[in-house]
């Protein structure tokens, strides 16, 4: 997918790896509409970015997607501007196992819920023009994390649903086809108000323009759909993930 011309969600966008996903996003020719629940960060970025990109190619929509309401408020304003969505990345998430419900309703509910925003407006059969969703997941969305149980459970569910929604794209291409691909990303550590806030950290950290890279990377080959990308400091991998053997339920 060439990106020129292209409108991009991103949630999460004020800050961290959202504002490194909507950058590189510009860098590239789209146009990106930047969803956060942060409504003063999210309007300084914008100010920031217009300095070094067209004003008209970025609008700021305040959105706690938490909200059935203001998610589809903002997909529709993205939508009325740019005149369609091609790409979505849901972005937006948070660490603090003492509020753990609230870290399902945002880590995992609230991508569950931009993902099935995303497949209406995409939809090709719905008079859509296709497109691409990145579901940021985590390496805790691939295994243990000892500080994080509640956080690892969201991740790894993300992963879950990426997988399987993309497997169900991939299967009815044949009949509607929706032109909708879909990918999870699951970063190791990298260095956020997200991680700065946590007091025991330890560990490598990535860099935020790797981690944009390889979303950029997820969005614009367009033979990627269902896969899960690691990227780590100093690297990157395709998780391959064991298939069941139909005639048995081991793996
Ligand atoms: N920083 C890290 O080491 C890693 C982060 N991740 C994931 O990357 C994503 C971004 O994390 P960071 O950039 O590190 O975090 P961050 O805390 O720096 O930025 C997160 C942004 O999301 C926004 N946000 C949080 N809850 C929201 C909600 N309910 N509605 C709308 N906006 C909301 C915040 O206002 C903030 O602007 C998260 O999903 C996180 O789980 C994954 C792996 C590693
Ligand atoms: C502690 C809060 C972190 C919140 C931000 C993150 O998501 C950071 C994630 C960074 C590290 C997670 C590490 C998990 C490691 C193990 O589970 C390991 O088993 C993962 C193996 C993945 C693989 O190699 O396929």
Redesign the pocket.
């Known amino acids: 997918m060439a990106l020129s011309g292209k409108t991009a969600v991103v ?8 504002k490194a996903i909507t950058e590189i996003l510009l860098k590239n020719g789209a146009k990106v509409a930047l ?4 409504k003063a ?1 999210g309007e300084s970025v914008v100010e920031a970015l217009s300095k070094e990109y067209e004003p008209d190619r970025m609008l700021f929509r305040e ?4 909200s059935d309401e203001e998610f589809k408020a903002a997909f529709q304003k993205a939508v009325e501007t740019f005149g369609g969505i091609d790409i979505l990345c849901n ?5 603090d196992e003492s509020e753990w419900e609230n870290m399902v309703s ?2 995992l509910v ?1 991508s569950i819920r931009g993902t099935y925003l995303a497949l209406e407006h995409m939809n090709k059969s719905k008079g859509g023009q296709g497109g691409v969703i990145i579901n ?5 969305g691939l295994g243990p994390l000892l500080t994080g149980p509640v ?1 690892s459970a969201t ?1 790894h569910g993300l992963v879950g649903f990426t997988r399987s929604i993309s497997h169900r794209l991939a299967a009815i291409i044949s009949t509607s086809d929706y032109g909708i691909r879909a990918n999870a990303i ?10 700065s806030e946590i007091k025991s950290q330890t560990g490598q ?1 990535a860099h935020l323009v790797d981690v944009a890279e390889c979303i950029l990377e997820l969005v614009t080959d367009e033979t990627k759909n269902g896969e899960a990308l690691v990227v780590v400091k100093d690297s990157k991998f395709y998780v391959t993930f064991p298939t069941l053997d139909k005639s048995s339920d081991k793996p």
């Open positions: 949630t999460g966008a004020a800050m961290g790896i959202g969803l956060d629940k942060n960060a959105c706690n997607i938490k972005n937006a998430g948070m660490f945002t880590n609230g940021v997941s985590s390496l805790a956080y991740k699951c970063p190791g550590f990298v260095q956020t108000n997200l991680i950290f």
